[in-house]
């Protein structure tokens, strides 16, 4: 009883607020990117410290920035619910918490703006900690994702940028570990995780926004090249990805054994390929929402893979 007075509390309630104004559940995936890229360099678990202080350090990059695109977007945000509304009943994850709390009234842009720059300074705090480099990257992650939103309007290459900003974390995290990493390795890593942003994360959640997009003469994939060639964008990216991941194989410098090429090939198909291809095959709204889910775990599953292949 006294458990479920306290979840009730309206003071919880709005700590939910500003949880879902930075996508909590998906940003909690998302940090097992750079774990990820730090286990793909080190070959082992780092130190208990690294550990620590990269966890925090990716919480709060994470929370600062799903909020900074909240505060970027707000003026459009708040047109979406005059002209559109948004749906709380859609399939994804980013819809399991309030969608959008600035743009609907629940929550102040002066309380976004302050909650999104105290995570901002831990997040800056902790990278430059590890490594100044950390830092530099987390900055320049914050700036191209106020121009991917800055871009909604303007042109549909703003998916590139989301691509680069997705990178972030797991290129931060391997200068976490190593103040010299290879250059070979990076580029490979960055075009890994590029190619799944763009296929599993980015067009298919523009996908699930096309309607309300149209409204609003956005500029996104779906929107400005259809169903089908969006589909065809999706299904290359996420090939492309699915075989790179192959290649990191020969490329990090962590010891892998032949598990990993197997688990890769498994998870990117199962995770990745089939649900672009039922997106491809029906085109339905839902099946680019159950992709976007799906392709979410990617990240962890792939970890979870690099670490039973190095036992």
Same mark, same amino acid.
């Given at each position: 009883m006294e458990t479920t007075s306290v979840l009730n509390h309206p003071g919880f309630a709005r700590i939910k607020l500003f949880f879902a104004l930075s996508r909590t559940t998906h940003g909690l995936l998302d940090m097992a990117t750079p774990a990820l890229g730090a286990m793909l360099w080190l070959g082992t678990i780092p130190s208990a410290a690294v550990i620590l202080l990269g966890f925090l350090t990716a919480f709060a990059g994470y929370t600062a920035v799903y909020a900074l695109n909240d505060v970027v977007d707000y003026r459009v945000d708040k047109q979406k619910v005059a002209q559109c509304g948004f749906s709380q009943s859609g399939h994804d994850l980013d819809t399991l918490c309030v969608r959008h709390p600035l743009a609907?009234?629940?929550? +102040?842009?002066?309380?976004?703006?302050?909650? %999104?720059?105290?995570?901002?300074?831990?997040?800056?705090?902790? *990278?430059? %900690?590890?490594n100044p480099?950390?830092?530099?990257?987390?900055?320049?992650?914050?700036? *191209? &994702?106020?121009? $991917?939103?800055?871009?909604?309007?303007? +042109?549909?290459?703003?998916?590139?940028? +989301?691509?680069?900003?997705? %990178?972030?974390?797991?290129?931060? *995290?391997?200068?976490?570990?190593t103040p010299d990493p290879s250059v070979l390795f990076l580029i490979f890593l960055f075009l890994w995780l590029f190619s799944w942003e763009i296929g599993g994360q980015n067009v298919p959640n523009d996908w699930a926004d096309m309607k309300e997009d149209r409204e609003?003469? *956005? &500029? %996104?994939?779906?929107?400005?090249?259809?169903? &089908?060639? +969006?589909?065809?964008?999706?299904? $290359?990216?996420?090939t492309v990805s699915v075989l790179l991941s192959l290649v990191l194989y020969w490329v990090t410098p962590a010891r892998l054994s032949s598990l990993y090429l197997l688990g890769a090939v498994l998870t990117g198909v199962f995770q990745l390929l089939v649900p672009a291809y039922q997106l491809y095959r029906t085109g339905d709204t839902r099946d680019a929402s159950a992709l976007f889910n799906r392709a979410s775990y990617y990240p962890l599953t792939m970890l979870v893979i690099v670490l039973i292949s190095q036992i």
């Open positions: 609907q009234g629940l929550l +102040s842009l002066k309380e976004g703006i302050l909650w %999104t720059v105290a995570w901002g300074m831990i997040a800056l705090l902790g *990278a430059y %900690t590890l480099s950390c830092a530099y990257i987390f900055i320049a992650g914050c700036v *191209a &994702e106020a121009i $991917y939103c800055l871009l909604l309007q303007v +042109s549909y290459l703003r998916t590139v940028v +989301s691509g680069a900003v997705k %990178t972030a974390g797991g290129m931060a *995290a391997v200068y976490a570990v609003l003469d *956005a &500029e %996104t994939i779906p929107v400005r090249f259809g169903p &089908e060639n +969006s589909a065809l964008i999706i299904f $290359y990216s996420l």
